[in-house]
């Protein structure tokens, strides 16, 4: 959709957009950092690949210590909230096994489904705001925070809940979502954080890529996150 108003034709549009961080990632020296950085963007690759996911048309917005993503127009929502996820969890866990002495990567991952537009410095409008909101939610940091052998905290806004993970279109269970609400900047924003007392983690070689069959499931938009 597009609409016309001062700044002449802006084209607004619904995405999927994921947001990615590094716990403590300022706490690590600069070559930890590199190497945190290295190993994250091999953790999504893979994890991608694993879940049927055609990365070569996302748009990444990096910073030092995650990124965040709009994914294209088309992407299968049911296997990025799903398959992607669980993928992303199994392969951190397994590189985190390896580490012997040093500090194991541990993330937290926001997803939302909402509008925004393309802009010089990056997308702007609501689905990115509502994001990174989610993804900077206390009680997603107080996850990890508590449970000292989780190596993913996942949190999904509450449109996406209702639209993609109670539809049983999407591999997560939905009895392992907790409601929160997260008040920032004067806005109150509700989402689902994925439990750790509840979460069946499924070897990454059981998932399958996704090629063209199955349920291609968009989400269309529920209301403000």
């Not at 996302?58 to 294209?72: C, I, T």
């Not at 004067?186 to 399958?208: I, K, M």
């Amino acid at each position: 959709m597009s609409c016309t108003n001062g700044f002449g034709n802006v084209r607004l549009m619904y995405r999927l957009v994921l947001a990615v961080d590094v716990e403590k990632y300022s706490a690590r020296d600069a070559r930890e950092q590199l190497r945190a950085q290295e190993e994250l963007k091999r953790i999504l690759n893979v994890a991608a690949e694993n879940a049927g996911l055609d990365q070569r048309h996302w748009y990444e917005q990096v910073s030092g210590d995650g990124e965040l993503v709009v994914l294209p127009e088309d992407v299968d929502v049911s296997a990025v909230v799903g398959d992607f996820t669980r993928q992303l969890e199994t392969i951190l866990g397994e590189v985190n096994r390896k580490v012997v002495g040093g500090r194991r990567l541990r993330l937290r991952v926001a997803i939302h489904h909402g509008t925004l537009t393309p802009g010089p410095f990056g997308p702007a409008g609501d689905a990115p705001i509502v994001v990174s909101r989610l993804l900077d939610a206390k009680p997603l940091r107080r996850l990890l925070a508590d449970q000292q052998d989780r190596d993913l905290a996942l949190i999904v806004s509450q449109s996406l809940y209702q639209d993609v993970v109670r539809t049983g279109f999407c591999s997560l269970d939905p009895e392992e979502f907790q409601p929160v609400r997260v008040n920032a900047k004067g806005v109150q924003y509700h989402g689902f954080v994925r439990r750790p007392d509840q979460v069946r983690v499924a070897p990454a070689t059981a998932l399958r890529p996704v090629s063209g069959g199955g349920a291609e499931l968009v989400a269309l938009p529920g209301g403000r996150a």
